[in-house]
Antibody, heavy 120, light 110 residues
Framework: EVQLLESGGGLVQPGGSLRLSCAAS????????MSWVRQSQGKGLEWVSS????????YYVESVKGRFTISSDSSKDTLYLQMNSLRAEDTAVYYC?????????????WGQGTLVTVSS | QSVLTQPPSVSAAPGQKVTISCSGG????????VCWYQQLPGTAPKLLIY???ERPSGSPDRFSGSKSGTSATLVITGLQTGDEADYYC???????????FGGGTKLTVL
């Protein structure tokens, strides 16, 4: 059974940093692209970042470029999102997802999400 | 403002059929397959349809998808109260080089 368990969320001040982790199990981690998707309270889904299975390619939504860094560690079957220079508008639930077909936008397994709150 | 456009809400009675549209452009829907997610209140999104019209294991055959040009459609037949949820279309945008979602459609089963 595929499991994705996010952690690392919390309250951080504007301008601060946070690192999210997503521990994966139940599948060959290095064979799949992984993504981070966020959702602000009461709002829709926003695709934040993706990484290919071999880690060679990374992708970001424009609003986080230069501030967020996605990475993965296949020895630990873990996906990361390093978030720097955080802004109030980054406040959201962050989901990690396993994406068998990145180019067609589908992700078949999702974590339960971790809440990031950026506030002073 | 979402890259893909969906109606904010749709509603229908139990047993009826509902259609949810998703409109995009040449760099996203016009170029790549479309998928659909269902998000029940307080839960993570769940993949409902992928590659325009394929259903993952466990997705009921009451849900079907199609694509034409730069638009896609989700059809739900035999509506049940348990279908009340938010529905999102998604695909990859080859110009933005990132995945994109529609704004979501809230389905109410009256």
């Amino acid at each position: 059974e595929v499991q994705l368990l996010e952690s690392g969320g919390g309250l951080v001040q504007p301008g601060g940093s946070l690192r999210l982790s997503c521990a994966a199990s139940g599948f060959t981690f290095s064979s799949y692209a992984m993504s981070w998707v966020r959702q602000s309270q009461g709002k829709g889904l926003e695709w934040v970042s993706s990484i290919t299975g071999n880690g060679a390619s990374t992708y970001y939504v424009e609003s986080v470029k230069g501030r967020f860094t996605i990475s993965s560690d296949s020895s630990k079957d873990t996906l990361y999102l390093q978030m720097n220079s955080l802004r109030a508008e980054d406040t959201a639930v962050y989901y990690c997802a396993k994406c068998p077909s990145l180019v067609n936008g589908w992700c078949d397994n999702w974590g339960q999400g971790t809440l990031v709150t950026v506030s002073s | 403002q979402s890259v893909l456009t969906q109606p904010p809400s749709v509603s229908a009675a139990p047993g009826q059929k509902v259609t949810i549209s998703c409109s995009g452009g040449s760099s996203n829907i016009g170029k790549n397959y479309v998928c659909w997610y269902q998000q029940l209140p307080g839960t993570a999104p769940k993949l409902l349809i992928y590659d325009n019209n394929e259903r993952p294991s466990g997705s009921p055959d009451r849900f079907s998808g199609s694509k034409s040009g730069t638009s896609a459609t989700l059809v739900i037949t035999g509506l049940q109260t348990g279908d009340e949820a938010d529905y999102y279309c998604a695909t990859w945008d080859s110009s933005l080089n990132i995945g994109v979602f529609g704004g979501g459609t809230k389905l109410t089963v009256l």
